[in-house]
């Protein structure tokens, strides 16, 4: 149906204008009546004449694509808030963003230098790799859906032809077909009963991308170079000041055979990287060693790719300016603090309270209190918000994995998940021996209820989104009180920290409590079993682990998991959300990591995770398994819980 100005949508969404329409549907600027923020809606319109089994199986596909979608958290690619279906239509909610396409600016201003080209081919080589990682295919990457952010970063959009790939099953897995544009679709593209799309056919669709950047010229088409060989002029005759490099790696990713082209879009970088590097400084996001944001995760909820036309897209990441009700998150410079409130440009439809950007004062405690010396397993009821502690006492034991870990933890998310790297679990590397003081860690994950008093006393904001997964009311529904407060960016997590005179555990401080002395792999033991809230036979996605029922599709009420307990009695550890950590991610710290306490790097970009959740394959619940992302991330399986050290605990 055609959407008009003032019509409403799930009670919460306002229409505010049209912003585009075209064959698979329209697109519309909206306002969130609850998070008080614009958001762009698109709409999809099925077919005409389908039969209504078709519209069904069509209608549960798209769904499941949404899911997966709604979990590719990268700078450079588009962001999705929401997934519903209304009157039989259904609807994709992405964050608003302006920002020029990357045709519309070559057709400007001409051919690109190479030195610019290439700052953003690496950023979108990143974005696929990560994708393809996730076993996920773009299968329309063109300038038109390279979107350029008034901040000068790149951002891949419109997943409307995305493929979900299996190396295993390589036929195309998607509800909406279609061959792509022809400049820039590789011959696989155009018939799918002869070959199939796999991550070379973006790698073909970057270079065909990249040749028009460069050149100010759109490649001929697939079927055109067929025909005839010679109608792809070589790039340095149409821009002579091109390095033969630059040119040797875009004809290598256009080749018309897949096995001639790189066979990643991390090789392709690689080919790129030594011109760029010599020449630009990249940013933050474009290098793919220094940060581990989910291989394999997202494991993660809801979804929705971007179409949008010209210049207005949702992004999570490289332009993301979400405002949420007493919540702004913006691009973050390094550094621990948010900006600035005066910095976050608002929107004008309502006014919006910032969160502070100094820590807020913890709760007052007694400066007379004395401490007695704990031993393992004691218990101490915080006064700040009545969380229960556990004293993890003083100790030594072995951090990370060795090679041997490595390679399990490789065959079991080969086994559990399918389409897994090695790589993804090297960071676990090396072992190192590691000395912890003692400390009190909060028993379960903190709840909806403890940090909702936090947001009363004003010293927290709320959670970005109020519902969960599968619950369109989580956060403020009493049901739910006990339940771990999701949604929630690493700066909202460190205030409730600070707030109750505590602060977020270091990642070893973490392992050490999910391990133990005796270096477990699971925090109860070495065996897995129905011991912890993760993807089981509840579950719908493809890794879901249809042999063991743990009572949950979405996240359980904390502690209740009692036979999954760590050696010193905490719960919850492993599964059910993943938990904010203090540290910055450093995919290389644990080779130069101190002995005693260590803290991680002194700066970065992403801040770590530990512990997965109701969404993780049985890999990511080990012990050792290391996750970051953004601290202005937030999610519906990221949560947290605080630690106190050992002497500044109140009696």
């Excluded at 929401?82 to 990357?102: K, P, Q, R, T, W």
């Excluded at 970057?206 to 070589?234: C, D």
């Excluded at 040797?248 to 991390?266: G, K, N, S």
């Excluded at 090695?422 to 379960?444: K, N, S």
Aim: aromatic share 10%.
């Amino acid at each position: 149906m055609t959407l008009h100005t003032g019509d409403l949508l799930q009670e919460r969404y306002r229409i505010v204008s049209s912003l585009g329409q075209g064959g698979m549907g329209a697109v519309y600027r909206a306002w969130h009546l609850n998070l008080h923020i614009p958001v762009a809606i698109k709409e999809m319109i099925p077919q005409p004449n389908l039969e209504a089994q078709t519209l069904t199986q069509l209608r549960r596909q798209f769904q499941q694509e949404a899911a997966i979608l709604a979990h590719l958290h990268h700078p450079h690619l588009v962001g999705v808030r929401d997934f519903f279906e209304e009157d039989g239509n259904a609807y994709l909610v992405m964050h608003f963003i302006e920002g020029e396409s990357l045709a519309a600016i070559v057709e400007r201003d001409g051919a690109l230098t190479e030195d610019q080209a290439l700052i953003w081919a690496g950023q979108l080589l990143d974005a696929l790799a990560y994708c393809h990682n996730q076993g996920v295919i773009h299968r329309d990457v063109k300038p038109q859906n390279v979107i350029i952010c008034p901040n000068g970063q790149a951002v891949l959009v419109d997943f409307g032809l995305v493929k979900l790939w299996d190396p295993h099953d390589p036929h195309t897995k998607t509800v909406i077909r279609g061959m792509g544009t022809p400049e820039y679709a590789p011959p696989e593209q155009y018939d799918v009963t002869a070959s199939h799309t796999d991550p070379r056919s973006d790698i073909y669709s970057l270079g065909a991308t990249l040749y028009h950047s460069l050149t100010g010229q759109a490649p001929p088409s697939a079927t055109q170079r067929m025909a005839n060989p010679s109608s792809l002029r070589v790039p340095r005759s149409l821009n002579p000041r091109l390095s033969t490099r630059t040119e040797q790696a875009i004809l290598q990713a256009m080749e018309p055979q897949p096995e001639r082209r790189f066979q990643r879009a991390h090789d392709m970088a690689a080919a790129l990287s030594d011109r760029a590097s010599t020449t630009v400084t990249r940013s933050a996001g474009a290098t793919h060693q220094a940060t581990k944001v989910m291989p394999g995760k997202r494991d993660t909820v809801s979804s929705r790719p971007a179409w949008v036309s010209a210049w207005v897209w949702g992004l999570g990441g490289a332009c993301l300016l979400a405002l949420a009700a007493g919540v702004f998150v913006l691009m973050m410079k390094k550094g621990d603090s948010p900006p600035s409130p005066a910095t976050a440009a608002l929107p004008t439809e309502t006014p919006i309270t910032a969160l502070p950007t100094e820590p807020p004062p913890a709760p007052t405690m007694s400066s007379t209190a004395t401490f007695l010396p704990p031993s393992l397993g004691d218990t101490w009821l915080r006064p700040g918000d009545g969380a229960m502690m556990v004293y993890v006492p003083a100790g030594e034991f072995e951090m990370g994995n060795d090679d041997d870990g490595v390679e399990d933890a490789f065959q079991m998310c080969m086994r559990y998940r399918g389409h897994c790297e090695r790589e993804w679990f090297e960071d676990e590397q090396p072992v190192h021996t590691v000395a912890l003081d003692g400390f009190w860690m909060d028993r379960t994950e903190v709840t909806n209820a403890q940090y909702q008093q936090c947001v009363e006393s004003g010293a927290c904001g709320p959670p970005a989104e109020r519902g969960s997964h599968t619950r369109d009311s989580y956060y403020g529904d009493s049901a739910y009180d006990n339940h771990p407060v999701i949604n929630v960016s690493w700066y909202q997590a460190r205030s409730y920290c600070d707030w109750v005179g505590a602060r977020l555990p270091t990642e070893a401080e973490w392992e050490y409590t999910a391990r133990g002395p005796d270096g477990r792999m699971f925090p109860w033991g070495n065996e897995f079993g129905a011991r912890l809230n993760y993807c089981d036979a509840n579950c719908v996605l493809d890794w879901a682990d249809e042999a063991i029922d743990d009572g949950y599709v979405d996240t359980a009420p904390v502690g209740s998991f009692p036979r999954g307990a760590s050696w010193c009695g905490v719960l919850d550890i492993a599964g059910n959300v993943w938990e904010w950590s203090a540290d910055w991610y450093d995919d290389s710290y644990y080779a130069r990591s101190t002995h005693r306490n260590p803290a991680g790097t002194s700066s970065g970009e992403y801040r770590v995770l530990r512990g997965s959740s109701w969404y993780s394959n049985r890999s990511y619940t080990r012990s050792t398994y290391r996750y970051s992302n953004t601290p202005d991330y937030f999610d519906v399986d990221v949560g947290f819980r605080c630690v106190i050290s050992l002497g500044e605990r109140p009696q």
